[in-house]
Protein backbone atom coordinates (compact mmCIF):
# COMPACT_ATOMS: atom_id res chain seq x y z
CA UNK A 1 0.00 0.00 0.00
CA UNK A 2 1.74 3.17 -0.98
CA UNK A 3 2.10 5.63 2.02
CA UNK A 4 0.98 9.58 1.66
CA UNK A 5 3.73 11.17 1.76
CA UNK A 6 3.36 15.12 3.65
CA UNK A 7 7.12 16.03 3.00
CA UNK A 8 5.64 19.47 1.15
CA UNK A 9 4.13 20.40 4.20
CA UNK A 10 7.33 20.05 6.51
CA UNK A 11 6.39 23.57 8.07
CA UNK A 12 3.71 21.74 9.58
CA UNK A 13 4.25 19.95 12.75
CA UNK A 14 0.65 17.88 12.54
CA UNK A 15 2.34 17.04 9.03
CA UNK A 16 5.42 15.52 10.00
CA UNK A 17 3.57 13.68 12.93
CA UNK A 18 1.47 11.94 10.00
CA UNK A 19 4.81 10.51 8.30
CA UNK A 20 5.86 9.10 11.60
CA UNK A 21 2.46 7.77 12.34
CA UNK A 22 -0.39 8.27 10.36
CA UNK A 23 -1.01 4.99 8.85
CA UNK A 24 -3.88 3.67 10.82
CA UNK A 25 -1.72 0.46 11.78
CA UNK A 26 0.46 2.36 13.66
CA UNK A 27 -1.15 3.91 16.50
CA UNK A 28 -2.41 0.69 17.05
CA UNK A 29 0.93 -1.15 17.41
CA UNK A 30 2.20 1.53 19.50
CA UNK A 31 -1.01 0.63 21.51
CA UNK A 32 -0.15 -2.88 21.71
CA UNK A 33 3.84 -2.42 22.67
CA UNK A 34 3.02 0.09 25.40
CA UNK A 35 0.75 -2.49 27.14
CA UNK A 36 3.17 -5.37 27.24
CA UNK A 37 2.60 -6.78 23.81
CA UNK A 38 6.33 -6.52 22.09
CA UNK A 39 6.52 -10.03 19.99
CA UNK A 40 5.92 -10.08 16.31
CA UNK A 41 3.60 -12.60 16.51
CA UNK A 42 1.63 -11.11 20.04
CA UNK A 43 0.92 -8.06 17.64
CA UNK A 44 -0.24 -9.78 14.44
CA UNK A 45 -2.39 -12.16 16.79
CA UNK A 46 -4.12 -9.08 18.48
CA UNK A 47 -4.59 -7.00 15.49
CA UNK A 48 -5.28 -9.90 12.74
CA UNK A 49 -2.81 -7.27 10.23
CA UNK A 50 -1.19 -9.74 7.73
CA UNK A 51 2.06 -10.40 8.59
CA UNK A 52 3.24 -8.10 5.10
CA UNK A 53 1.91 -5.31 6.62
CA UNK A 54 2.86 -5.52 10.56
CA UNK A 55 6.32 -6.09 9.10
CA UNK A 56 6.58 -2.75 6.59
CA UNK A 57 4.78 -0.62 9.60
CA UNK A 58 7.80 -2.32 12.53
CA UNK A 59 10.33 -1.67 10.04
CA UNK A 60 9.01 2.15 9.48
CA UNK A 61 8.50 2.93 13.43
CA UNK A 62 12.19 1.34 14.32
CA UNK A 63 13.39 3.28 11.32
CA UNK A 64 11.87 6.50 12.49
CA UNK A 65 12.99 5.45 16.00
CA UNK A 66 9.94 5.41 17.57
CA UNK A 67 10.66 1.53 18.33
CA UNK A 68 13.87 -0.11 19.06
CA UNK A 69 14.17 -4.15 18.39
CA UNK A 70 15.82 -6.00 21.54
CA UNK A 71 16.32 -9.83 20.36
CA UNK A 72 15.13 -12.20 22.63
CA UNK A 73 16.29 -15.72 21.11
CA UNK A 74 19.20 -17.06 19.27
CA UNK A 75 17.60 -16.96 16.25
CA UNK A 76 16.68 -13.56 14.68
CA UNK A 77 13.71 -13.23 16.39
CA UNK A 78 12.94 -9.65 18.07
CA UNK A 79 11.35 -8.05 20.88
CA UNK A 80 10.36 -4.15 20.21
CA UNK A 81 10.02 -1.65 22.87
CA UNK A 82 9.26 2.17 23.08
CA UNK A 83 11.92 4.96 23.17
CA UNK A 84 11.55 8.20 24.47
CA UNK A 85 10.50 9.28 21.24
CA UNK A 86 7.60 6.42 20.85
CA UNK A 87 6.73 6.82 24.81
CA UNK A 88 5.64 10.25 23.77
CA UNK A 89 3.68 9.12 21.30
CA UNK A 90 1.50 7.57 23.72
CA UNK A 91 0.76 10.56 25.16
CA UNK A 92 -0.51 11.41 21.95
CA UNK A 93 -2.63 8.46 21.69
CA UNK A 94 -3.78 9.11 25.47
CA UNK A 95 -5.62 12.30 24.21
CA UNK A 96 -6.96 10.08 21.30
CA UNK A 97 -8.22 8.05 23.85
CA UNK A 98 -10.00 10.50 26.12
CA UNK A 99 -11.51 11.95 22.93
CA UNK A 100 -12.86 8.49 21.88
CA UNK A 101 -13.89 7.76 25.52
CA UNK A 102 -16.09 11.13 25.36
CA UNK A 103 -17.43 10.95 21.54
CA UNK A 104 -17.52 7.29 21.01
CA UNK A 105 -17.52 4.87 23.79
CA UNK A 106 -21.58 5.12 24.35
CA UNK A 107 -23.43 3.63 27.26
CA UNK A 108 -20.94 0.93 27.95
CA UNK A 109 -18.34 2.97 28.51
CA UNK A 110 -14.63 3.41 28.24
CA UNK A 111 -12.88 -0.24 27.17
CA UNK A 112 -9.88 0.83 29.34
CA UNK A 113 -9.34 3.08 32.38
CA UNK A 114 -6.18 4.74 33.06
CA UNK A 115 -3.99 4.29 36.64
CA UNK A 116 -2.00 7.39 37.42
CA UNK A 117 1.55 6.12 39.12
CA UNK A 118 1.79 8.92 41.21
CA UNK A 119 -1.67 9.16 43.23
CA UNK A 120 -2.89 5.83 42.16
CA UNK A 121 -5.90 6.88 41.30
CA UNK A 122 -8.09 6.44 37.83
CA UNK A 123 -7.82 9.35 35.84
CA UNK A 124 -8.17 11.03 32.29
CA UNK A 125 -5.50 13.27 30.43
CA UNK A 126 -6.17 16.96 31.29
CA UNK A 127 -4.52 19.41 28.62
CA UNK A 128 -3.14 22.40 30.63
CA UNK A 129 -0.80 25.36 29.60
CA UNK A 130 2.83 24.16 30.47
CA UNK A 131 3.46 28.12 31.69
CA UNK A 132 0.24 28.74 33.97
CA UNK A 133 -1.22 25.33 33.83
CA UNK A 134 -4.54 26.27 33.13
CA UNK A 135 -6.71 24.08 31.05
CA UNK A 136 -5.94 24.26 27.13
CA UNK A 137 -7.65 23.76 24.24
CA UNK A 138 -8.29 24.63 20.78
CA UNK A 139 -10.48 27.81 21.89
CA UNK A 140 -8.14 28.62 24.27
CA UNK A 141 -5.16 29.70 22.22
CA UNK A 142 -4.46 31.39 19.33
CA UNK A 143 -1.66 29.79 16.32
CA UNK A 144 0.90 32.07 15.71
CA UNK A 145 3.92 31.40 13.21
CA UNK A 146 6.91 30.17 15.25
CA UNK A 147 10.96 30.16 14.03
CA UNK A 148 10.60 27.41 11.83
CA UNK A 149 7.39 28.48 9.68
CA UNK A 150 7.51 28.78 6.34
CA UNK A 151 8.13 32.31 5.04
CA UNK A 152 4.55 33.74 3.90
CA UNK A 153 4.32 33.86 0.02
CA UNK A 154 4.63 37.23 -1.29
CA UNK A 155 1.84 38.49 -3.30
CA UNK A 156 2.34 39.57 -7.04
CA UNK A 157 2.96 42.97 -7.49
CA UNK A 158 -0.22 44.99 -9.64
Given at each position: ?98 WGDRWLAGEAGPPVLLRHHACGEISSVDLRC ?29
Amino acid sequence: MQRTNFSDLAACSIARTLDVIGEPWSPLILRDVWVGLRRFDQIQGDLGISRKVLTERLNHLVEERVLERRPYDQRPRYEYHLTQKGAELVDLLMVMTAWGDRWLAGEAGPPVLLRHHACGEISSVDLRCAHCGEPMHAGDVDPLPGPGASAPATEPAA
